[in-house]
């Protein structure tokens, strides 16, 4: 299969990530692109391509126009205030001050529109974010005019970004962009489905009260992992989106049956509901070495969980969310690739 892949998802070189309390060097870094991408040179997956620039209306098809606006001039309004670090949020509109006003002050617009404190902005995450979702929309072009699958090497990842916010290192949806791009060049139902360790709440916000996209996500219980506070069972939709949202939040420690068993229901849901396309928002965090996460999915599980994503028969792109042990990622995401296509 193709992939798509720019060097400027790597124009983003974050310095600090708020970690334990204390900055560390963010564990979403642009090796991962570089690592990622060798192993897909080097297993002969197929041809790389560079990805045609779309411009932000496809973005602003998903997002909000201020949180655009926010995302492009962050980082120089921050320097312009004299700061010395990187962007971080630290006051947030919460339960007891749920901030009917934006504010006008730097401080105030970071906390609007950020979903936490992990992600810091610094010079050159909006160009990575705009080269992102330009591989993730060559990507599911690339599906929807051949019928074959296809590859976007996305970074930023993207499942973790909101309508008009931006956290857990997200920042343009990647995967809402390209499905929504399917519905718009005619498809009438695209499934989402959500693979990453972490659960997809920028995703699942965006689609919430829709029928025409079909989001599932496998991920650690939000009781225990991040982002900690949507991903339940019981969310499943509201108004015409009722019964479009599927959550399976399973426990640390989950290793591959019990996880394979969530697959095949997720799978059973999408062929249920009539969908067209697939977008597979793909993290190999689930990854037993993975560094932040909980799973313990080995290297050939995720071969497995290729072949398995290849017997639903769908014209499918996958775009690359997270995983972080940054040796195995290469192989983790090009092992499910290769599974899809030579089982
Ligand atoms: C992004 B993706 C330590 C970990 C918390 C947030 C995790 C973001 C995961 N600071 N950071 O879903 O892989
Ligand atoms: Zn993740």
Redesign the pocket.
Known sequence: MLTFHSERTKLRRART????GQL?TP??CPERVDLVLKRVLESGLGEVHAPAEHGLDPVLAIHDAGYVDFLERCWEEWVAAGRQGEAIAWIWPTRTMPGRVIPDHIDGRLGHYAL?A??SICEGTFEAAMASKDVALSAVDHVLASGEPAFGLCRP?G??AATDQF????FFNNAAIAAQRALDAGRSRVAVLDI?????NGTQQIFYARDDVLFLSLHGDPRHC??HFLGHADETGEGPGKGFTVNYPLAPGTGYAAWAEALEEAKARILEAGCELLVVSL?V?AFEHDP??AFTLSSDDFSDVGRRLGRLGLPTVFLL????AVEEIGINAVNVLSGFERP
Do not use: A, Q
């Not at 956290?167 to 997200?170: I, K």
């Open positions: 990530e708020l970690d334990g560390v564990y979403e936490g992990d992600t990842p499942h973790h956290g857990g290192y997200c990453d360790f972490h659960h997809g991040f982002p993290g965090d932040i996460s969310e997270g995983g972080y």
